[in-house]
């Protein structure tokens, strides 16, 4: 599946492990990729965050409030394992780009899965920071074409 990303989505989908780790969190999982996708300030998909009033920083601190930092006494050596919500995301992202007849995944697909993804801790961050998420998906739809 991983074969189909652009080199910024493979890009993103490693600062999303990164990001997991740093917070010592043993899975990845959507919130790491919506702030790895806000880490970026130079992808569209930031860009468009950013226009919806979401910064990296208030995306931080929101997911932090929903996510609890626990640890445990085993550990994860090696790549993180992903959640099942990150597996739906990407998988779904493969799906977008087939939808706007793509051949590549790009970061504007992982978006419009991440807004897609039912329960998710990204998008009911972005929900309680008051983001519209169709209209976000309106403007990563119009960005697309």
């Not at 997991?20 to 130079?42: C, F, G, K, M, N």
């Not at 739906?88 to 899965?113: G, I, S, Y």
């Not at 329960?119 to 960005?143: C, F, H, P, Y």
Request: proline content about 3%; glycine content about 4%.
């Amino acid at each position: 599946m991983y074969e189909h990303l652009t080199a910024e989505a493979k890009d993103i989908l490693g600062k999303a492990e990164k990001l997991a780790e740093d917070h010592q969190q043993e899975y990845v999982d959507t919130e790491h990729i919506l702030l790895a996708i806000a880490s970026r300030p130079s992808c569209p998909a930031a860009q468009l965050l950013v226009r919806h009033g979401v910064s990296r920083a208030k995306l931080e601190k929101k997911i932090r409030q929903l996510v609890k930092n626990e640890m445990s006494d085993s550990f994860v050596t090696g790549a993180l394992p992903s959640a099942p919500h990150l597996q739906n995301v990407v998988a779904n992202a493969v799906t977008w780009a087939r939808k706007l007849k793509e051949d590549r995944v790009d970061t504007k697909h992982l978006m419009l899965a991440v807004l897609h993804e039912e329960g998710s801790a990204a998008r009911i961050a972005m929900q309680e920071l008051g983001v519209n998420l169709t209209q976000l998906q309106k403007d990563l739809l119009a960005w697309a074409m």
